[in-house]
Nanobody, 124 residues
Framework: QVKLVESGGASVQSGGSLRLSCVAS????????MAWFRQTPGKEREGVVV???????RYAGSVEGRFTISQDNAKNTLYLQMNNLKPEDTAMYYC??????????????????WGQGTQVTVSS
């Protein structure tokens, strides 16, 4: 079992920045791919970015260049730095872990553990 807890969500104005955190109950870097997903009412959960055990990353086209994923293994923590936020980024953001640690999956069906989510709201 891996417990994941997200934090850092807030309400910000367009163009602002936020840094989301995901704390895991144990180290996941060597055995799981870690990802951020987001979901808005009426839409399916979509992959934002994933990082695998080798450090490879895959970003959704809508966020590449604005968002950056990183890890602090000593703290068992995953981060998502979000810059130049837009109203379309408004969503519940989820941290997730997949057993496919060599891959870069962005399909929610391939993830084994999920956090509770943290809300990000971007106003014009």
């Amino acid at each position: 079992q891996v417990k994941l807890v997200e934090s850092g969500g807030a309400s910000v104005q367009s163009g602002g920045s936020l840094r989301l955190s995901c704390v895991a109950s144990r180290n996941t870097a060597g055995t799981y791919s870690m990802a951020w997903f987001r979901q808005t009412p009426g839409k399916e959960r979509e992959g934002v970015v994933v990082i695998n055990s080798a450090g490879g990353t895959r970003y959704a086209g809508s966020v590449e260049g604005r968002f950056t994923i990183s890890q602090d293994n000593a703290k068992n923590t995953l981060y998502l730095q979000m810059n130049n936020l837009k109203p379309e980024d408004t969503a519940m953001y989820y941290c997730a872990a997949s057993r496919w640690h060599n891959a870069l999956p962005l399909s929610p069906q391939l993830y084994d553990y999920w956090g509770q989510g943290t809300q990000v709201t971007v106003s014009s």
